[in-house]
């Protein structure tokens, strides 16, 4: 199975576009339709252009979510991935 990304263009195996947490009706996940390169590349450059809304998103998320960020050292690409969600639900 692969897919084109809407960004680059470029056919690529599932396995290098990030799936959304939510689950289709079917039992099929939702893939985001950039790869994970264009992706995170989107993600670094909104971080460039908005530094206050980041941090303050941080704090924001750091008070909520404090145990989750105390097992930070454990899975901490699961972490990022609720605060990258939690950032873009506020936008
Ligand atoms: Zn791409």
New binding site residues.
């Given amino acids: 199975m692969s897919k084109a990304?809407?960004?680059?263009?470029?056919e690529?195996p599932l396995d290098k576009f990030d799936f959304k947490h939510r689950v289709a009706k079917n039992g099929t996940h939702h893939f985001y339709g950039?790869?994970?390169?264009?992706?995170n590349a989107k993600i670094m450059e909104w971080h460039k252009k908005n530094p206050k809304k980041v941090t303050l998103a941080q704090q924001k998320y750091a008070e909520n979510n404090r145990e989750k960020l105390i097992g930070l050292l454990q899975d901490s690409r699961e972490v990022i991935s609720d605060l990258l969600k939690y950032i873009s639900d506020k936008e």
């Fill in positions: 990304c809407t960004k680059c263009g470029k690529k950039m790869c994970r390169k264009c992706r």
